[in-house]
């Protein structure tokens, strides 16, 4: 069973940054794509970027030319450097692998989440 570990979240006024780190407990990122979700308060839960294990990426519309994702195989990890932060970030945020037939969904259970705020 895959382990997901996600850290580097916190409180951040608009127009901030914040580096989001997720560990995974085996090789898994070398292989498949891999992405980052958040879920805030009263909302579902939204895949907001994927990075193929061909370095492909995707964003959501809410996120494209503010966030990069990226990936570290040599040590198991994906990041998502979050930059011009807004109160609508904030949110937990989720590492996982989305599923192929439904990308709202992920294969390895959920970690903790790393919490991101975004006020003044």
């Known amino acids: 069973q895959v382990q997901l570990v996600e850290s580097g979240g916190g409180l951040v006024q608009p127009g901030g940054s914040l580096r989001l780190s997720c560990a995974a407990s085996?090789?898994?990122?070398?292989?498949?794509?891999m992405g980052w979700y958040r879920q805030a308060p009263g909302k579902p839960r939204e895949l907001v970027t994927t990075i193929s294990s061909g370095g492909n990426t995707y964003y959501a519309l809410s996120v494209e030319d503010r966030f990069t994702i990226s990936r570290d195989n040599a040590k198991n990890m994906v990041y998502l450097q979050m930059n011009n932060l807004k109160p609508e970030d904030t949110a937990v945020y989720y590492c996982?692998?989305?599923?192929?037939?439904?990308?709202?969904?992920?294969?390895?259970?959920w970690g903790q989440g790393t919490q991101v705020t975004v006020s003044s």
């Open positions: 996982n692998a989305p599923r192929v037939d439904n990308h709202d969904y992920g294969r390895h259970p």
């Open positions: 085996s090789n898994i990122i070398s292989f498949h794509t």
